[in-house]
């Protein structure tokens, strides 16, 4: 009984490994037809100042499935990294965000808006990143002023001269480098100084947690100074309720993102969100009112 139990194991094991593999080899070939059919889409989650006033915003992907609804990027992101699909796919997501960056800039209303872009590990690995970002800023006739990318920690268990000179490289174009859920990676604080970053944003686990747990907030309030102290400009993500807003801005956090204000919203959503708050007298009174 003990063998006949543990061939059944292994036949169980081996289907399971095969059922695992058909679903990835069905969502990889999704996926390709879904950047030929056009399936993807960019949604924007406002990112607001200390007055209420809407600074920019965060670029996020979103997968329409015919048949599977919307598919969020957790679900496709990782799998794309392990194919490869995440360069023609983060490409697209480059190019999209640049055509509506620059959208903005052409009107009056939207000129101060900039955009934050995510990319992936191993799409910054590939050797012609920074052509590639190069020759989507240049086409698409943007201010790089205006873009930022963000990146997480995990890149920088990779070759610090390499990832530094790559980063430069785009900076010197006059992109800025964000820290995306700063807080959640192994790096050391050294990154903060090592790499050219402009920008941290505080992961959504320590603003969610902060009025709970004193020692979310002790962190939290650790790297809001020392932010300061770098010159990295500090965003807090997940913002969700008045409270969590009010201790950031008494920690010294000036730009916030979250549901407390917007989710990310398709483009035309996007524009009445801003339109709805230029028409208040004060924009975002009631979040911002003490
Ligand atoms: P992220 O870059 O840290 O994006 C923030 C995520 O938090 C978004 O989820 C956003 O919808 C969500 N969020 C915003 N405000 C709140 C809030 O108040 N509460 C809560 N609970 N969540 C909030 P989303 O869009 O599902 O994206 C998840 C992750 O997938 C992103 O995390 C990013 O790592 C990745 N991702 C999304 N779009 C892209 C993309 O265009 N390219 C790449 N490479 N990765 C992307
Ligand atoms: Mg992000
Ligand atoms: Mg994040
Ligand atoms: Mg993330």
Same mark, same amino acid.
């Given at each position: 009984?003990?063998?006949? =139990? %543990?061939?059944?194991?292994? !036949?169980?094991?081996?289907?399971?490994?095969?059922?695992? *593999?058909?679903?990835?080899?069905?969502?990889?070939?999704?996926?390709?037809?879904?950047?030929?059919?056009?399936?993807?889409?960019?949604?924007?989650?406002?990112?607001?100042?200390?007055?209420?006033?809407?600074?920019?915003? +965060?670029?996020?992907?979103?997968?329409?499935?015919?048949?599977?609804?919307?598919?969020?990027? @957790?679900?496709?992101?990782?799998? %794309?990294?392990?194919?490869?699909?995440?360069?023609?796919?983060?490409?697209?997501?480059?190019?999209?965000?640049?055509?509506? *960056?620059?959208?903005?800039?052409?009107?009056?209303?939207? &000129? &101060?808006?900039?955009?934050?872009?995510?990319?992936?590990?191993?799409?910054?690995?590939?050797?012609?990143?920074?052509?590639?970002?190069?020759?989507?800023? &240049?086409?698409?006739?943007?201010?790089?002023?205006?873009?930022?990318? +963000? *990146? =997480?920690?995990?890149?920088? @268990?990779?070759?610090?001269?390499?990832?530094?000179?790559?980063?430069?490289?785009?900076?010197?174009?006059?992109?800025?480098?964000?820290?995306?859920?700063?807080?959640?990676?192994?790096?050391?604080?050294?990154?903060?100084?090592?790499?050219?970053?402009?920008?941290?944003?505080?992961?959504?686990?320590?603003?969610?947690?902060?009025?709970?747990?004193?020692?979310?907030?002790? @962190?939290?309030?650790?790297?809001?100074?020392?932010?300061?102290?770098?010159?990295?400009?500090?965003?807090?993500?997940?913002?969700?309720? !008045?409270?969590?807003?009010? &201790?950031?801005?008494? %920690?010294?956090?000036?730009?916030?993102?979250?549901?407390?204000?917007?989710?990310?919203?398709?483009?035309?959503?996007?524009?009445?969100?801003?339109?709805?708050?230029?028409?208040?007298?004060?924009?975002?009174?009631?979040?911002?009112?003490?």
């Amino acid at each position: 009984t003990n063998t006949l =139990t %543990a061939i059944a194991e292994l !036949v169980f094991i081996v289907v399971i490994m095969h059922a695992d *593999l058909s679903v990835r080899r069905m969502m990889d070939i999704e996926m390709r037809k879904a950047i030929a059919n056009g399936h993807f889409m960019l949604h924007y989650q406002p990112q607001i100042d200390e007055a209420g006033n809407v600074v920019g915003a +965060e670029a996020l992907i979103r997968w329409r499935h015919a048949k599977m609804g919307e598919i969020p990027p @957790v679900k496709f992101i990782p799998l %794309a990294e392990e194919t490869g699909l995440i360069v023609p796919i983060g490409n697209w997501i480059m190019r999209a965000a640049c055509a509506q *960056l620059a959208q903005w800039d052409a009107r009056p209303e939207t &000129r &101060r808006l900039s955009m934050a872009v995510n990319i992936s590990a191993s799409q910054f690995r590939q050797p012609d990143f920074v052509q590639n970002m190069y020759d989507i800023v &240049r086409v698409s006739g943007v201010n790089p002023s205006k873009l930022k990318l +963000e *990146l =997480t920690e995990s890149m920088f @268990v990779d070759d610090v001269g390499a990832t530094v000179a790559k980063m430069s490289a785009l900076k010197n174009m006059g992109l800025a480098w964000s820290l995306d859920d700063f807080g959640t990676g192994y790096s050391s604080l050294s990154v903060l100084n090592s790499f050219p970053l402009s920008q941290i944003k505080i992961d959504k686990s320590f603003v969610q947690g902060m009025l709970n747990n004193a020692a979310n907030m002790a @962190v939290t309030e650790a790297i809001i100074e020392l932010a300061e102290k770098l010159n990295l400009q500090v965003v807090a993500e997940g913002v969700e309720t !008045v409270e969590q807003l009010n &201790r950031l801005r008494q %920690a010294g956090c000036r730009i916030y993102q979250g549901y407390l204000f917007s989710p990310p919203l398709g483009i035309d959503a996007f524009h009445e969100f801003l339109s709805s708050e230029a028409s208040r007298a004060e924009p975002c009174a009631g979040y911002l009112r003490q």
